[in-house]
């Protein structure tokens, strides 16, 4: 009997997809492997294990690996013939470039592993569902000062710090879940919001029970507004004004009452939460840690002006040599030169522009919303690279990637449907 007839789905890249982003979203981001000269996550381990299944799978006709070609993909191709890397500073160059091929093969997995739409949208809602553990435990260190990533202590992993990452910002905890800082953990929520919407309202239209994917979204958006952090609060924005421009009228109203009834009920039950929200944008000019961020501009402009093509080496730049650079587009430019900020700029409009051309092509308007919440949760990542340096975290890396390969797996799922899917959706999840 074949596995569609016995209706049992079989392992395939989205099947291991979810056991990287079980890697990437449930270990706490400080825990590295044991043993090894750097520090390297066991999701980098599972993203360096895909790329070793993808290229085996490449050799053979026989898997359905998907091949030809895809902009998403390429995107991911041409950040990785990036990489100058020099002899100074070898340990930080390193450990780098293992992360970023880890995470381009997640990526590539990710466009060419996928089967099916339903695969897809199986890979999807896991790590929607993930990064709603994330916000969830984040809630807790915010309200009750309680950080349980201390207890996920795990065989074989060792800690590259013992402090855990709950920081203050007014009279408020600033949470990180099991994220590197508040500022990705609010980056990465803010990611979710769009996705867990997105299977809301789909839930609802269908007329399928709803609630879950409700509660996910109240506590993801809970999550990205008390990490207290510029960036998601930016993202949210940005992610709202592409959703508004792609979502029906009537979904449109229903979006800003149901944003309107979530800020109002944080009031009442956080006070002062949103008077702290508000200030960080009304005393911006007056911010030590924003004018931190741009007194770092004048050293930034030396390297650049030393390495202006191909930067001083991926991972060269040392933070407690040079200064910090919160903001990664700056930081590629000094590491990775001109040709390396073009290369990262197309990742981004890469992905954002596989996820268009699929809504495009797509008649059915589910494939369509699909592909405006991966737009819409790219945007964010495209707004966060600017507000801090986002690719030196690790979940906001493979979250980065993963988006990047969705899209592309999205695309080309789509170009080969007939005109109207909606079976494909009926197919075993």
């Not at 381009?104 to 709603?132: E, H, S």
């Not at 600033?174 to 800082?181: C, D, S």
């Not at 929200?277 to 931190?292: E, V």
């Not at 979940?395 to 695309?411: E, I």
């Amino acid at each position: 009997m074949s596995t569609a007839a016995s209706g049992q789905q079989r392992a395939d890249g989205a099947t291991l997809l979810c056991v990287f982003l079980l890697m990437l979203l449930i270990v706490p981001a400080r825990l590295v492997i044991s043993g090894l000269p750097m520090s390297i996550t066991p999701a980098s381990v599972a993203g360096l294990m895909l790329g070793v299944v993808w290229f085996c799978c490449q050799l053979v006709t026989t898997l359905g690996v998907a091949k030809g070609r895809n902009i998403a993909r390429t995107a991911l191709f041409g950040y990785a013939t990036r990489n100058y890397l020099p002899a100074d500073e070898a340990e930080g160059a390193d450990r780098t470039i293992v992360v970023v091929f880890a995470a381009i093969c997640v990526g590539i997995a990710a466009v060419d592993g996928i089967k099916n739409l339903a695969r897809l949208d199986t890979m999807l809602k896991f790590m929607t569902a993930l990064i709603g553990v994330v916000a969830f435990i984040g809630f807790v260190q915010f309200a009750a000062g309680f950080d349980i990533t201390k207890y996920l202590a795990l065989p074989g992993l060792r800690p590259v710090t013992d402090d855990g990452f709950v920081l203050e910002r007014a009279s408020f905890r600033r949470p990180a879940g099991t994220t590197g800082h508040p500022i990705e953990f609010g980056v990465v929520c803010a990611i979710g919001v769009p996705l867990a919407a997105h299977y809301a309202y789909r839930a609802k239209e269908a007329g399928e029970k709803s609630g879950k994917w409700w509660l996910c979204l109240m506590i993801i958006a809970a999550g990205a507004v008390v990490s207290l952090s510029r960036s998601a609060i930016l993202g949210l924005c940005l992610a709202g004004i592409v959703l508004m421009i792609g979502w029906p009228g009537r979904r449109r109203v229903q979006g800003l009452i149901a944003a309107a009834g979530f800020l109002g009920v944080l009031k009442v039950v956080v006070p002062g939460l949103i008077g702290t929200l508000y200030s960080l944008f009304d005393s911006i000019g007056d911010d030590p840690s924003i004018s931190g961020r741009t007194d770092d501009y004048a050293s930034a402009g030396v390297q650049i002006a030393k390495h202006f093509l191909l930067g001083r080496g991926n991972g060269t730049y040392l933070s407690e040599k040079y200064g910090p650079l919160d903001n990664q587009y700056l930081g590629t430019l000094v590491q990775n030169g001109y040709i390396g900020l073009a290369c990262m700029v197309f990742l981004f409009l890469g992905g954002m522009w596989a996820a268009a051309r699929a809504r495009a092509l797509s008649p059915d308007p589910v494939v369509r919303d699909l592909a405006l919440s991966l737009m819409a949760a790219q945007s964010i990542v495209a707004l966060g690279a600017a507000t801090f340096d986002l690719l030196w975290f690790s979940t906001g890396t493979g979250l980065t990637f993963v988006l990047v390969g969705a899209s592309g797996a999205l695309l080309r799922i789509a170009k080969a449907q007939e005109p109207a899917l909606p079976e494909m959706w009926k197919a075993v999840r």
